[in-house]
């Protein structure tokens, strides 16, 4: 690791976290002067963090990508049968068994209250090893899940008698599609509206759990207008629930990447403990998910195809939202200036353990994929 030994001078207030011109800053600088906050959070590792260089020059690497799409199909054809759906419950479990063990996330820590039953909420629950683990910690709770219907491609619950434990409800939907709970009505004419729904699910409800887990699947059927959006869409809307139903707290963030289910992927999840949900600060936060989510769901051009009728607002094409997308670099380094040597800090153990583990790869000269760049925080735990 290149230590940032210079911290104090490099992140002081006056000193700018990069100097203008740099010549990692180029490329993006050249497209149109400016920079997305992907290319500086990843810039900014790769300068920090040799063994995050490590990892992008493997990123060339064709044979990786094979080696990744193959473990994806893999993944695919296990959930069709019932031993590769038990199989994936068993791995879920145990990545939160091990979270719990180095975080206590899966633990509710609040003192036993006769009047406010203790609760979980899982947004994208099946097959439900989450869940298990965490009532498994606190079998006094009750648990109320989000899960994707099998025939809209969501996977199978196998969490034991789910459908029977009184303690349990699970709401079969799709949660990027719940629009009550994001407060927006659906413009007149859009492709899907039949399908949204404006039950306010968890209405007036606080958890003091809850976990985000949800991945776009690929045997998902869904309009050809959310395919670029659609990770977006997902995160926001977990975001959002995750907001609006977590009881207050303190903070504290930790990540953890699970060895050795997770090793070799990029994903890591993030642990938050009690999140001050009322801040202002999260009330902002929320306020721009929503957008970002109504954005993503009511703009797209492709929602209007010949149908002139259809309320798209100001619409904007893909390559639009996607250039929009890709800007706020200023923010971003903004908060690198503050923040950047604590994200090194904790995010070299992470990359540290997936490149150990790519090394192993016998396709790998070099190490990681384009799939696998960057650091998203796919799975995140609150
Ligand atoms: C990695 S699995 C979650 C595993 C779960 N945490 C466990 O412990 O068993 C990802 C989940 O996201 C769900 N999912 C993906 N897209 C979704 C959507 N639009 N709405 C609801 N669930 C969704 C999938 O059905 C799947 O259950």
Same mark, same amino acid.
């Given at each position: ?190 492709? %899907?509206?039949? =399908?949204?729904? #404006?039950? !306010?699910?968890?209405? +007036?409800? @606080?958890?003091?759990? /809850? *976990? ?104 904007? %094409?893909?390559? =639009?939202?996607? #250039?929009? !997308?890709?800007?706020? +670099?200023? @923010?971003?380094?903004? /908060? *690198? ?46």
């Amino acid at each position: 690791m290149t230590a940032p030994n210079k911290t104090s001078s490099m992140f002081g207030a006056q000193a700018p976290a990069f100097e203008p011109g740099q010549a990692a800053y180029s490329s993006a600088q050249e497209s149109d002067g400016l920079l997305s906050p992907d290319q500086i959070i990843k810039q900014y590792l790769e300068k920090h963090l040799d063994v995050y260089g490590e990892l992008r020059r493997g990123w060339e690497n064709p044979q990786g990508d094979i080696h990744f799409q193959k473990r994806l199909e893999k993944v695919d054809q296990s959930q069709k049968n019932p031993r590769g759906r038990r199989d994936l419950f068993r791995i879920m479990l145990q990545i939160a068994d091990q979270i719990d063990e180095a975080t206590s996330a899966f633990t509710i820590s609040r003192p036993k209250d006769p009047d406010v039953r203790a609760a979980i909420l899982d947004l994208c629950m099946a097959p439900g090893g989450f869940a298990f683990s965490a009532l498994k910690r606190s079998p006094f709770a009750k648990l109320c899940g989000i899960a994707l219907p099998p025939e809209l491609g969501g996977f199978e619950m196998v969490m034991r008698k789910w459908n029977k434990d009184k303690r349990v409800s699970v709401h079969f939907g799709d949660i990027t599609m719940l629009v009550g709970e994001m407060g927006f009505d659906v413009p007149a004419g859009h492709v %899907d509206a039949g =399908i949204f729904s #404006e039950e !306010k699910i968890f209405e +007036g409800q @606080k958890f003091d759990l /809850v *976990l985000c887990d949800g991945q776009i699947l690929r045997n998902q059927p869904r309009s050809e207008y959310r395919e670029p959006r659609e990770a977006r869409r997902l995160t926001a809307s977990q975001l959002v629930f995750a907001m609006q139903h977590i009881r207050e707290g303190g903070t504290l963030v930790q990540l953890f990447k699970p060895k050795p289910m997770q090793a070799k992927q990029s994903s890591f999840y993030m642990v938050a403990k009690g999140v001050r949900s009322d801040s202002n600060t999260a009330l902002r936060a929320v306020a721009e998910w929503k957008e970002i989510w109504a954005e993503a769901t009511f703009t797209s051009e492709a929602l209007r195809g010949n149908n002139e009728a259809v309320d798209t607002g100001d619409s904007i %094409d893909d390559e =639009i939202w996607m #250039e929009r !997308k890709g800007k706020g +670099g200023d @923010k971003a380094l903004a /908060v *690198l200036d503050e923040f950047g040597p604590t994200l090194l800090k904790m995010a070299e153990p992470v990359i540290a353990i997936q490149a150990a583990a790519l090394r192993s790869v016998a396709c790998y000269e070099g190490l990681g994929t384009k799939e696998n760049q960057g650091l998203a925080v796919k799975q995140v735990t609150m």
